[in-house]
């Protein structure tokens, strides 16, 4: 058999089991798994010592963002080269109309910001922000290759709110074309009112910006994902919850699972490894987001969540602000732009505090950062699993060594970093995007504007994901983990060290 690129002689995770073996590329595809693959002229990577994963896809990014007054500080080559360097190959960011413009404009102007840029393949969610204007423009999208939808419950003032119209009123359109709606879930009028009686001169002074947390209690998140959940329900369409980050988020998500209820949820990891206690930090509000960090027993619920099926995505929502950006806030926690860098490190924090903290395996993890999100997002079985015919997008990482999260070395614009000194594994020594190296020995060596526009089919359509088992037994529609392959028991990591 032809082969360009032999990868040797690591632990290769795949859908059906992990072995120590060879993963054989012939273009930009994976062409043979096994062992001892040899092809005269191939490269060889050597793998040996090393986890052989599937290339992560980080679906909740922005981007160059217009938002809070000022534009977010990674752009697609800033952004791209920090994905790859933290093994991630595939983006999904947003793209949100500009004021007046239609779902076609927003496509556009997303497709040109990326374009000659990215150094990873990235396609967008479409957000719809006007429901009237543009519900009929949604079919028009889903026929160009676009098939997931996104309206936020909140942001008023952005001119991006949805109501409970517009949710009601796409969730039956993702029905009729079996796309799925993403939704930004807390509630608007709650919070307009909490921070309306917090916004006086004397509690900002006394708080300072720990009343973000303060003005965004649990019950703001979970009446909105109750409300959207109910949407679901009586209309029949796919939905998706995305940076879910309460306890009481992935209660509802259970339940609504045993009802048969089609509906997903992701979270970020950062709602996985920190808490609102960073608030009580000088620096606090640099860790300002929305939805915001929540209490430790939040965090437990959300790693609970992911092994019961309640979570079936971890992302990012990559959305970086430098600290010269977070100081327009000048004591004023409302003015603070909303968002942290993440692409960089989505893959070293999930695999040293969930893999190496013993809270999942490394199956397990491939699954919440690869496979699943390229199945519910219809970009499977072309991206999320190493499997033959799929793209070869692959990252090899070190099983303990770990690099100290230092910003002025990362490939971010930020100039700080919310895990900043912190020690993490799971940083890509090696990154394949397509069958072509993009980095190597950690640094980034691949061409920008090298990254592709993927277009899509509808990914988690009603039905397509059949009846399921929950972990307790509970029949499950709508959960991406419900009958995929159960990975057989690892090899053990080879020893050898780089
Ligand atoms: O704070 C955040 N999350 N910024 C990005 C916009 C959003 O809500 O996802
Ligand atoms: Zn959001
Ligand atoms: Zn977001």
Same mark, same amino acid.
């Given at each position: 058999?032809?082969?360009?690129?032999?990868?040797?002689? !690591?632990?290769?995770?795949?859908?059906?089991?992990?072995?120590?073996?060879?993963?054989?590329?012939?273009? +930009?595809?994976?062409?043979?798994?096994?062992?001892?693959?040899?092809?005269?002229?191939?490269?060889?990577?050597?793998?040996?010592?090393?986890?052989?994963?599937?290339?992560?896809?980080?679906?909740?990014?922005?981007?160059?963002?217009?938002?809070?007054?000022?534009?977010?500080?990674?752009?697609?080559?800033?952004?791209?080269?920090?994905?790859?360097?933290?093994?991630?190959?595939?983006?999904?960011?947003?793209?949100?109309?500009?004021?007046?413009?239609?779902?076609?404009?927003?496509?556009?102007?997303?497709?040109?910001?990326?374009?000659?840029?990215?150094?990873?393949?990235?396609?967008?969610?479409?957000?719809?922000?006007?429901?009237?204007?543009?519900?009929?423009?949604?079919?028009?999208?889903?026929?160009?290759?676009?098939?997931?939808?996104?309206?936020?419950?909140?942001?008023?003032?952005?001119?991006?709110? &949805?109501?409970?119209?517009?949710?009601?009123?796409?969730?039956?359109?993702?029905?009729?074309?079996?796309?799925?709606?993403?939704?930004?879930?807390?509630?608007?009028?709650?919070?307009?009112?909490?921070?309306?009686?917090?916004?006086?001169?004397?509690?900002?002074?006394?708080?300072?910006?720990?009343?973000?947390?303060?003005?965004?209690?649990?019950?703001?998140?979970?009446?909105?994902?109750?409300?959207?959940?109910?949407?679901?329900?009586?209309?029949?369409?796919?939905?998706?919850?995305?940076?879910?980050?309460?306890?009481? !988020?992935?209660? /509802?998500?259970?339940?609504?699972?045993?009802?048969?209820?089609?509906?997903?949820?992701?979270?970020?990891?950062?709602?996985?490894?920190?808490?609102?206690?960073?608030?009580?930090?000088?620096?606090?509000?640099?860790?300002?987001?929305?939805?915001?960090?929540?209490?430790?027993?939040?965090?437990?619920?959300?790693?609970?969540?992911?092994?019961?099926?309640?979570?079936?995505?971890?992302?990012?929502?990559?959305?970086?602000?430098?600290?010269?950006?977070?100081?327009?806030?000048?004591?004023?926690?409302?003015? /603070?732009?909303?968002?942290?860098?993440?692409?960089?490190?989505?893959?070293?924090?999930?695999?040293?505090?969930?893999?190496?903290?013993?809270?999942?395996?490394? +199956?397990?993890?491939?699954?919440?950062?690869?496979?699943?999100?390229?199945?519910?997002?219809?970009?499977?079985?072309?991206?999320?699993?190493?499997?033959?015919?799929?793209?070869?997008?692959?990252?090899?990482?070190?099983?303990?060594?770990?690099?100290?999260?230092?910003?002025?070395?990362?490939?971010?614009?930020?100039?700080?970093?919310?895990?900043?000194?912190?020690?993490?594994?799971?940083?890509?020594?090696?990154?394949?995007?397509?069958? +072509?190296?993009?980095?190597?020995?950690?640094?980034?060596?691949?061409?920008?504007?090298?990254?592709?526009?993927?277009?899509?089919?509808?990914?988690?359509?009603?039905?397509?994901?059949?009846?399921?088992?929950?972990?307790?037994?509970?029949?499950?529609?709508?959960?991406?983990?419900?009958?995929?392959?159960?990975? &057989?028991?690892?090899?053990?990591?080879?020893? !050898?060290?780089?």
């Amino acid at each position: 058999m032809k082969l360009d690129t032999i990868v040797k002689g !690591g632990t290769v995770v795949t859908p059906g089991g992990t072995f120590v073996g060879d993963v054989g590329i012939a273009g +930009e595809k994976i062409a043979a798994l096994g062992s001892s693959l040899d092809a005269p002229g191939a490269r060889i990577v050597d793998a040996a010592g090393h986890y052989v994963i599937p290339g992560v896809l980080d679906v909740h990014v922005h981007l160059e963002l217009p938002f809070c007054g000022t534009v977010s500080a990674d752009d697609y080559r800033s952004g791209t080269r920090a994905g790859a360097r933290g093994g991630v190959t595939t983006l999904i960011d947003f793209a949100i109309p500009y004021a007046g413009d239609s779902l076609a404009d927003a496509a556009n102007n997303w497709l040109k910001k990326a374009d000659g840029k990215s150094l990873i393949d990235y396609t967008f969610h479409i957000c719809i922000t006007r429901w009237n204007e543009h519900k009929d423009q949604i079919e028009g999208m889903v026929k160009r290759g676009f098939t997931t939808f996104k309206e936020f419950m909140i942001y008023e003032s952005e001119g991006w709110q &949805s109501d409970d119209r517009a949710l009601y009123g796409t969730l039956e359109k993702m029905r009729e074309y079996g796309t799925t709606l993403l939704v930004h879930a807390e509630s608007a009028r709650v919070l307009d009112e909490l921070i309306a009686r917090h916004h006086t001169p004397e509690l900002m002074k006394q708080y300072g910006a720990r009343l973000h947390p303060m003005t965004r209690p649990n019950f703001v998140e979970a009446e909105a994902i109750q409300r959207a959940v109910q949407w679901c329900e009586a209309t029949g369409g796919n939905l998706y919850i995305v940076h879910m980050s309460t306890g009481e !988020g992935a209660d /509802i998500i259970r339940a609504a699972h045993a009802r048969g209820v089609p509906v997903i949820a992701e979270t970020c990891v950062q709602y996985l490894v920190l808490d609102d206690s960073v608030f009580e930090r000088e620096d606090g509000h640099l860790f300002a987001c929305c939805p915001q960090l929540k209490k430790p027993k939040d965090v437990e619920r959300l790693w609970q969540g992911l092994r019961g099926g309640e979570v079936s995505v971890i992302s990012t929502d990559t959305c970086t602000f430098t600290r010269e950006q977070k100081a327009m806030w000048e004591g004023d926690w409302t003015k /603070i732009p909303m968002g942290m860098p993440g692409l960089e490190t989505l893959l070293p924090l999930t695999y040293t505090h969930g893999v190496l903290g013993g809270r999942m395996s490394i +199956e397990e993890m491939c699954m919440k950062l690869s496979t699943n999100p390229a199945r519910i997002m219809g970009l499977a079985p072309r991206k999320g699993a190493i499997a033959i015919g799929a793209d070869a997008d692959l990252a090899i990482i070190h099983p303990t060594r770990t690099h100290a999260v230092d910003p002025s070395a990362m490939e971010t614009n930020a100039d700080w970093s919310p895990f900043e000194g912190w020690d993490l594994a799971g940083f890509s020594r090696t990154t394949i995007s397509r069958g +072509e190296v993009i980095v190597d020995d950690y640094k980034v060596v691949g061409r920008e504007g090298r990254g592709v526009w993927l277009p899509r089919t509808p990914g988690l359509g009603t039905g397509d994901w059949g009846l399921g088992e929950t972990a307790n037994g509970a029949r499950s529609r709508g959960r991406a983990d419900a009958g995929s392959p159960v990975p &057989s028991p690892q090899s053990p990591v080879p020893a !050898g060290t780089r």
